[in-house]
């Protein structure tokens, strides 16, 4: 089930990197270089920040281009719960959650708006494979 989902997951044209960081230690730049790192285009979203890892920033989901039907959260819980509503409104299909970012209440959000949602703790960076250098 969650092999397929993935592969949902990983068809996108282009990825949303949502709390994408300059800080190259946090998770939310890692994932964002995780995608670079395999040749995919991933868009960072981080409102503080111009550019990320080379790649312009986008403020919000909403700014995303429609070629992004994927993002990945790197947010707390309570930031994932106001982003999900956005992201089912900006027309995104699958989100997922890394570990660390899940809240019911959004899972619950996706899934009764048949988004194909990612939040049983799988890592996108253990799942790709993912070097620090």
């Not at 044209?13 to 790192?37: D, E, M, T, W």
């Not at 550019?51 to 990945?72: F, M, N, Q, R």
Request: aromatic residues 4%.
């Amino acid at each position: 089930m969650v092999s397929q989902q993935i592969e949902r997951f990983l068809a996108s044209p282009a990825f949303g990197v949502i709390g994408a960081s300059a800080n190259r230690h946090k998770y939310g730049n890692k994932v964002l270089r995780c995608y670079q790192q395999h040749g995919s285009r991933a868009i960072p979203v981080n409102p503080n920040e111009s550019e990320i890892e080379g790649t312009p920033c986008v403020a919000g989901v909403a700014d995303l281009p429609p070629e992004v039907k994927s993002i990945s959260m790197i947010t707390p819980p309570a930031v994932t719960e106001q982003i999900v509503p956005l992201a089912i409104a900006h027309g995104i299909e699958n989100i997922w959650m890394q570990p660390g970012s899940e809240s019911p209440l959004a899972v619950d959000l996706c899934r009764q708006h048949n988004i194909n949602v990612i939040a049983d703790g799988s890592c996108i960076l253990v799942v790709l494979g993912y070097h620090d250098h």
